[in-house]
């Protein structure tokens, strides 16, 4: 195995115990980077001079008996709206394309102190405005797309090109990606990981967070950059050995399973007797207010989005995508009082909600209703005939959890039959990482998606298994 193709975990043991240095490990990604980014295109800028320099000072550390922890010398991506200081935060529009970091975000300082390696900045969908990223293939099919907005740091650690990545995620732009490319994604709860330093798109939806190719990987990024003054004391790495006997699973009864591909569809009911057998308590649960949540989560983000590129959009127009621009020129045209209506909406759900969790610990749902679609791919037809865009099958299911602020989880949950992954969702409680984790890393065990480089499917009658469960 070259190095490049170990996980997170494995590769810092290898680093502690010194039969893997830092600097071997960073050049084995630059390599596979060279080799692999012309084609999958993850990367907006690489910087190999700033990696092999911190790499090299991560080994003389480690051998003066200075290791700082699990991420030290460990190479890790940045999706480009994560200011690092001197490196350029392109958000990838050419409104900022000159933009240079005067100082570096709050969670790229936890992860410098930590040790960690910064290759470089992935693409993301212009200022994340987007759940595909445009600029980036899929590296399990090239003429597919990667997902988005944090498209580039799903690719990157899906063809071997990170150990780590951070994205950011407003409608799902964390799960979508991870979930398209059979990677690991966590939106954690709102307000755990700092944001300053972040380009916004919605103030109210962001969320930083982490990505990496196995669930402990993503615990022990989470470890290092969730706020210090989060409700727990345990390291969300080392919860995830705990049972899940007694634990409640909703599994919603209306929305989420609604125009959901059948292999999907029985893949994720597959898993979900996986963890009955594994002590868990499948709890039937109606979705409040389903219908709205789509509309609520719209009438935040559109206005929000737009109060922030207000003066920009008056003073270059031109630079902006069309799309993106069209987008933030109808936000401006948004009442201020439909606005708080959609605030409004949006409580109404929150408290709504807050009582479907008395009921149970977790909810279980499917990241995305299909797997990756073609580039240029406008629209799903589902089998009653009906036709939906393919940005909004995707922010479908993942939506709801930024409107009401919750921690969701995007974990591989196989692969179709044309050989693509796709993902299960689990939906916490506020600050309920720890029991999402958790579960997921029950779920990992069982799937059988390659994410070692994301680029072949294990071998596995998958869901011929599924099928027979009773």
């Given at each position: 195995?070259?190095a490049?193709?170990?996980?997170?975990?494995?590769?810092?043991d290898?680093i502690?115990s010194r039969?893997?240095?830092p600097?071997?490990l960073v050049?084995?990604v630059?390599?596979?980077?060279?080799?692999?980014?012309r084609?999958?295109?993850?990367?907006?800028m690489?910087?190999e001079?700033?990696?092999?320099?911190s790499?090299?000072k991560?080994?003389q550390?480690?051998q003066?008996?200075?290791?700082r922890?699990v991420?030290?010398?460990i190479?890790?991506?940045l999706?480009?709206?994560i200011d690092?200081?001197g490196?350029?935060?392109?958000?990838?529009?050419?409104?900022?394309?000159?933009?240079?970091?005067?100082?570096?975000?709050?969670?790229?300082?936890?992860l410098?102190?930590?040790?960690?390696?910064?290759?470089?900045?992935?693409?993301?969908h212009?200022?994340?405005f987007?759940?595909?990223?445009?600029?980036?293939?899929?590296p399990?099919?090239p003429?597919?797309?990667a997902?988005?907005?944090?498209?580039?740091s799903?690719?990157?650690?899906?063809?071997g090109?990170?150990?780590?990545?951070?994205?950011t995620?407003?409608g799902g732009?964390?799960r979508v990606p991870?979930?398209?490319?059979?990677?690991?994604g966590?939106?954690?709860?709102?307000?755990?990981v700092?944001?300053?330093g972040?380009?916004?798109?919605?103030?109210?939806?962001?969320?930083?967070?982490p990505?990496?190719r196995?669930?402990?990987d993503?615990?022990l990024i989470?470890?290092?950059?969730?706020?210090?003054?989060r409700?727990r004391?345990d390291?969300?790495?080392?919860?995830?050995?705990?049972?899940?006997?007694?634990?409640?699973?909703?599994?919603?009864?209306?929305?989420?399973?609604?125009h959901?591909a059948?292999?999907?569809?029985?893949?994720i009911?597959?898993?979900?007797?996986?963890?009955?057998?594994?002590?868990?308590?499948?709890v039937?649960?109606d979705?409040?207010?389903?219908?709205?949540?789509?509309?609520?989560?719209?009438?935040?983000?559109?206005?929000e989005a737009?109060?922030?590129h207000?003066?920009?959009?008056?003073?270059?127009?031109?630079?902006?995508?069309?799309d993106?621009?069209?987008?933030l020129?109808?936000?401006?045209?948004?009442?201020?009082?439909?606005y708080?209506l959609?605030?409004?909406?949006r409580?109404?759900?929150?408290?709504?909600?807050?009582?479907?969790?008395?009921?149970i610990?977790?909810?279980i749902?499917?990241?995305?209703?299909?797997t990756?679609?073609?580039?240029?791919?406008e629209?799903?037809?589902?089998?009653d005939?009906?036709?939906?865009?393919?940005?909004?099958?995707?922010?479908?299911?993942?939506?709801?959890?930024?409107?009401?602020?919750?921690p969701?989880?995007?974990v591989?949950?196989?692969?179709?039959?044309?050989?693509?992954?796709f993902?299960v969702q689990?939906?916490?409680?506020?600050?309920?990482?720890?029991t999402?984790?958790?579960?997921?890393?029950?779920i990992?065990a069982?799937?059988?998606?390659?994410?070692t480089?994301?680029?072949?499917?294990?071998?596995?009658?998958s869901?011929?298994d599924?099928?027979a469960?009773?």
């Amino acid at each position: 195995m070259k190095a490049f193709e170990l996980n997170l975990r494995d590769a810092a043991d290898a680093i502690r115990s010194r039969t893997l240095s830092p600097v071997e490990l960073v050049n084995s990604v630059l390599d596979r980077i060279r080799e692999q980014d012309r084609e999958s295109s993850a990367f907006s800028m690489v910087a190999e001079e700033h990696a092999i320099t911190s790499a090299r000072k991560a080994e003389q550390e480690i051998q003066e008996g200075r290791y700082r922890g699990v991420l030290h010398g460990i190479p890790y991506a940045l999706k480009d709206l994560i200011d690092v200081e001197g490196l350029p935060t392109t958000a990838g529009s050419r409104v900022r394309q000159e933009h240079r970091a005067a100082s570096s975000s709050v969670v790229a300082q936890r992860l410098e102190k930590a040790g960690a390696v910064l290759l470089g900045k992935t693409h993301t969908h212009e200022f994340a405005f987007g759940l595909t990223t445009p600029q980036t293939n899929n590296p399990w099919a090239p003429d597919r797309s990667a997902g988005g907005s944090s498209g580039g740091s799903a690719a990157a650690l899906a063809y071997g090109g990170a150990l780590a990545a951070l994205g950011t995620d407003t409608g799902g732009s964390i799960r979508v990606p991870a979930a398209l490319c059979g990677v690991v994604g966590l939106k954690p709860t709102f307000g755990l990981v700092p944001r300053q330093g972040v380009v916004p798109l919605s103030y109210s939806l962001d969320h930083v967070g982490p990505m990496a190719r196995t669930v402990v990987d993503t615990a022990l990024i989470l470890d290092v950059i969730a706020q210090s003054s989060r409700p727990r004391m345990d390291s969300y790495a080392h919860t995830l050995g705990r049972g899940i006997e007694g634990l409640r699973i909703g599994v919603p009864r209306n929305y989420f399973f609604a125009h959901v591909a059948e292999d999907i569809h029985v893949a994720i009911r597959g898993h979900l007797a996986n963890l009955v057998d594994a002590g868990a308590v499948p709890v039937e649960v109606d979705i409040p207010l389903a219908d709205y949540l789509i509309p609520a989560q719209w009438g935040v983000m559109i206005p929000e989005a737009s109060a922030y590129h207000r003066n920009q959009l008056r003073q270059t127009p031109q630079l902006y995508g069309d799309d993106v621009r069209l987008l933030l020129e109808a936000g401006s045209f948004v009442p201020a009082h439909d606005y708080i209506l959609a605030q409004r909406a949006r409580k109404a759900h929150q408290l709504a909600w807050r009582e479907m969790f008395k009921r149970i610990d977790i909810l279980i749902a499917p990241t995305v209703p299909q797997t990756a679609p073609l580039h240029g791919q406008e629209t799903f037809t589902w089998s009653d005939g009906a036709e939906e865009s393919v940005a909004m099958a995707f922010v479908r299911l993942c939506a709801p959890a930024n409107v009401l602020g919750l921690p969701a989880l995007s974990v591989p949950a196989g692969v179709d039959y044309g050989g693509l992954p796709f993902g299960v969702q689990l939906i916490g409680k506020p600050f309920g990482e720890d029991t999402i984790l958790r579960v997921g890393h029950i779920i990992e065990a069982k799937s059988f998606v390659n994410r070692t480089t994301g680029l072949a499917p294990l071998a596995s009658p998958s869901l011929a298994d599924v099928r027979a469960r009773p």
